[in-house]
């Protein structure tokens, strides 16, 4: 139990355009998900915490319009990178939390890379 | 403000023990986490300690906390290739949510 899945695994895509990344509990609610990005070589980063139907908290020095979340349901919060650039290229990675024992589930990650 | 450090790398024989260090220092975590990442994948909780206890085992796993120091050891017993990975420690700081905050990381590498 408790898997958390992320779409896609991998993406490429041209400097300007826009890429959306999903996170998934697939057998549990969260009710709060996190996402972190990890650049080559170093440590997670927390960028933000999405509580389901209300607004992200952004870490600071992340810039929120740069990187839209949503978090519509219990099972899914999606990421945005908006106006992707090469210096945005990166491994996101999400996790949800299980409610109750604050344990936190970590997905797969996501590697982008912008042209 | 909260900072966590691992010594980067780590090379161990195969059978042997490796202990992975973590330093941390805020006196106010509550939960400090042993996370294990494989190449390009996510990561996997391999075992966590409340602030209040010094010892936990959990098969070959060991975790020591000096809570006066402000240190967390890994030891893992009977090193096997597939550990081979890069470790990280994490805190939970009370009062900040449920938000970690991520050592560096340790690349072990365990050779035959």
């Known amino acids: 139990g408790a898997v958390v899945s992320q779409h896609p695994s991998w993406v490429i895509c041209k400097s300007g355009t826009s890429v959306k990344i999903e996170c998934r509990s697939l057998?549990?609610?969260?009710?709060?998900m996190f996402w972190y990005r990890q650049f080559p070589k170093q440590s997670l980063m927390l960028m933000a915490t999405?509580?389901?139907?209300?607004?992200?908290?952004?870490e600071q020095g992340v810039e929120k319009d740069k990187f839209l979340i949503n978090h519509a349901s219990l099972t899914l919060s999606t990421l945005t990178v908006t106006s992707a650039h090469p210096e945005d290229s990166s491994f996101y990675i999400c996790?949800?939390?299980?409610?109750?024992?604050?344990?936190?589930?970590f997905g797969p990650g996501t590697r982008l890379t912008v042209l | 403000g909260e900072d966590v450090e691992q010594s980067l790398f780590l090379s161990v024989r195969e059978g042997d023990s490796s202990v992975i260090n973590c330093t941390y220092t805020?006196?106010?975590?509550?939960?400090l986490y042993w996370y294990k990442q494989e190449p390009g994948a996510g990561l996997q909780l391999l075992t966590y300690?409340?602030?209040?206890?010094d010892m936990k085992q959990d098969q070959r796993l060991t975790v020591l906390l000096n809570k006066k120091d402000k240190h967390l050891s890994l030891r893992i017993a009977d090193t096997q290739t597939g550990d081979s990975a890069i470790y990280f420690c994490?805190?939970?700081?009370?009062?900040?949510?449920?938000?970690?905050?991520f050592g560096t990381g340790t690349q072990l590498k365990v050779e035959l």
């Open positions: 996790s949800a939390e299980l409610g109750g024992n604050n344990e936190q589930f």
């Open positions: 057998d549990f609610q969260a009710t709060t």
């Open positions: 999405s509580n389901e139907g209300s607004k992200a908290t952004y």
């Open positions: 805020d006196s106010s975590s509550t939960y």
């Open positions: 300690i409340f602030s209040n206890m």
């Open positions: 994490a805190e939970r700081v009370g009062g900040g949510g449920n938000k970690l905050t």
